[in-house]
């Protein structure tokens, strides 16, 4: 076991996955020579290359084209994108290319790509450095989606979508990179795809969340332990496909679900949580499913200010925790 | 040069001048950590953004990049609006909501710094179709980078302009680096501009260090675009001092870069032509630098003394109407 923060745990992974499997390449703006702008390929150039790990123009739908065509001919391309803000040019290569191939070749092709790209705020990064982008991603079947909120998740999630056989989009968000530090065994594991992690137990509601927001549901569930509220707290890890299961046992078990997002709320994936729970636990509620998440506005406003009362916190999940807690 | 006169040719100086000091200030904020985010500085790359909007009024307009300080202070934003909004202060001139990348000033028509690199082709030509539909004479310049050529979107506004015949002038700033990867590497062609003549528009390219050279191009096409004859792409190759973003290691800047970055400065160059001349006295100009110093260091106490936006502010300028 060594301690290591989320940005090395990703470079860990990239480079195992790398030394054991010469099909995979890196594909990504600034990711050779200078090893990303967050460090996150720091050294794998020079250990693999210019055939492995690829400086691309800024050209987002080139970079996930070419990794597509390359999977398509049996590469296993990890392609960065610097920020997740940075997608959109690529959406079409995304959702209209790699999610559909298998589909519409009847399983003749598939699609073993996986997209890195950091995403949400917390870094003063303003309005196009600070997205969170995944619900879009999550309507899009044929895609998965992925979202670690720690060192041990991203390494093992990373490796898991390397050796997926469909297209992963994984998010990494960028407030953790340098900020959460982990145990993680220096043995080869993975991390599966499509199971959550229950992060905390409790009995009074479930707390569903991902990414950053682990951290700040965590500390508002130590903050409720205080006030004699027990609040079970889940990590999604993967947000498509939805780990039903371990979210409907435990709202079954709390009968009270909280959702928290940095997403905005509407068309977010808290809407797709709550109406599974209402499909499927309806019975079993015993109070209004809640979403605690960014607001409707176009994207995060620069002002210090302005992305604190953006951003959910530990203080405004409590809030809210509570409400539902005495409902 | 014959053609500007002395006021004209201190006036320009004074723009170039407040644009370095603007920038060097900035980097030096910036290392304090007194400026939340990042900031993309324009210094080295002043003769580009004056020499093109020296040909401009309020009326026309302007697309800019990350790297948009010099274009704002070129097309004649207020230097202590800007400076807060750097801040991230209430009395920046997008209210703190937007930040170093993303300046935008309705009044001088400047349509935006841009955290998306070729993000502004498209618009360009939208703003252009509007001159050309109200039958105005309103040019629009669209400024983009070296890095962002290779961006699709560059490709289909280019391509656009010229089948409309819009009244729009690509300003390819080629300061050799798209973020940390060099030109040479990243672009197919060997001078930008020679891709005009896929799109069948005029295509120069110039010394972007040389204010008179980027005068005198920026000035052609700018003609041609007002008359109606459609758009061009000018190039403009020059460096910048500072790397990508303010905390870039600069890894890829060798030291024999750097010392010729000081060679071809084009503030120094600049000068040295006007004295060289007789143009203006070298009085003039000092006068001008320390002007520009107080007027940064103005700014700077404006935008430290100014407010925080409030909460509410997070919420507001959404819609027009909520319905």
Known sequence: MSKINVIQAIRDALNEEMAADERVIILGEDVGRIGGVFRATDGLWQKYGDNRVIDMPIAEAAIVGAAIGAALNGLRPVAEIQFADYIHPAFDQIVNEAAKIRYRSAGGFHCPIVVRAPAGGGIHGALYHSQSVEAYFCHAPGLKVVAPSNPYDAKGLLKAAIRNPDPVIYFEFKATYRTVEDDVPEDDYVVPLGVAAVKRQGRDLTLLTYGMMVHESLQAAEMLDKENVDVEVIDL????????????????????ALIVHEANKTGGLGAELAAIISEEAFEYLDGPITRVTGPDVPAMPFAPTLEAAFMPSSAKIADAARKLAAY | MA?????????????????????????????????PGFVHLYAGEEAIAVGVCSHLTDDDFITSTHRGHGHCIAKGVEINPMMAELYGKETGSCKGKGGSMHIADVDKGMMGANGIVGGGGPLACGSGLTAKVKGTDQVTICFFGDGASEQGTMHEAMNLAKIWKLPVVFVCENNGFAESTPVGYHCSAKDISDRATAYNMPGFTVDGTDFFAVHEAAGEAIARARQGEGPSLVECKGFRYYGHFEGDAKAYYTEEMVADFKKRDPIGKFRQGVLDRNLV?????????????????????????????????????VYVAYA
């Open chain 1, 237 to 256: 890890r993967t947000l498509l496909p939805l780990d039903r299961e371990t979210i409907l046992t435990s709202v079954r078990k709390t009968s009270k």
């Open chain 2, 3 to 35: 053609e500007l006169s002395k006021d004209e040719l201190l006036e320009i100086y004074e723009c170039m001048q407040l644009i370095r000091t603007f920038e060097d200030r900035v980097s030096g904020l910036f290392a304090e950590g007194k400026l």
């Open chain 2, 281 to 317: 006295s070298e009085a003039e100009l000092d006068k001008i630098d320390a002007q520009a110093k107080q007027t940064i260091e103005d700014a700077v106490k404006f935008a430290e003394e100014s407010a925080y936006p409030a909460l509410e502010e997070c919420l507001t300028d």
